[in-house]
């Protein structure tokens, strides 16, 4: 039996939190909406720790990266708004799965700023993890970034460490794979048009709805590249921390309101 009581891709575009939607919140209302539901569905779930795989925290060159302050705070800005957020770590998790990780022969590490301990041991808190949080329950959280320097194969293998740290953790722990996808579909957009751009997201929403995650590991370097996603590696985590047979995908919505795709998907365990 799989240990994660809960599991989900959601996006992380600033505009999806509430207080940053500005004056125009049509603009990504359908994944607002999912966002909600998967919130409600992680709060019935009742986990005591939820772990977040970011693309945009603190990277470490070949290694995973894995949050180990006593607190992370982030703020963003976005249409004249702000949001801020502040979440405590589950510290004795995050060590649990950096020790799995190098009895595996996982390459990870764990990181801290400021002090070992007490208040002014403080990691930033970044968009990719806070969008979501925004929408969960507030329990303590794992914040994990990935390192592209690293094989897909190696993502996979992570999550499995990951997937024996909880178990042997005895908690219950949701899972968030932060993904935006494809980031070149709009050539006024700051990666400009790539036609590759509409027809990645398009294999991606079959693959999870097909619940087909590990064929991601498939997508060519230059396809990668002319799409620019940035979903594939948290994507491949969860795959190796929930099993095809343990998965139950309830695919919900994908939208491209600017230039990047949005894709919210539920994993019921």
Known sequence: MNPFVFACITP??????????????????????????????MSSARPDSIIVLTPHGTRINGR??????ERMEGFLEE?????????KVDRELARMINEQAAADGVPASTINYGTSAGPISCLPLDWGAMVPLRFMPDVPVVVITPSREMSFEEHIDFGKSMQKAVTQSGKRVGLIASCDWAHAHDANGPYGFDPAARQFD????ELIKANNLEKM???????????KPDGIWQTLILAGAIPFEERKVEF???EVPTYFGLICAAYHI
């Open 12 to 41: 992380h575009g600033g505009e999806i939190i509430p207080e940053l939607q500005g004056a125009n919140p049509e603009r990504m209302a359908k994944t607002r909406e999912n966002m909600v539901k998967l919130g409600e569905w």
């Open 252 to 254: 919900l919505s994908y």
């Open 202 to 205: 398009e294999e991606t929403v």
């Open 217 to 227: 590991a498939e997508f060519q370097e230059d396809y990668i590249e002319a799409a």
């Open 64 to 69: 995973f990266s894995i949050a180990d302050s």
């Open 79 to 87: 249409n004249e708004e702000s949001f801020s957020m502040e979440k």
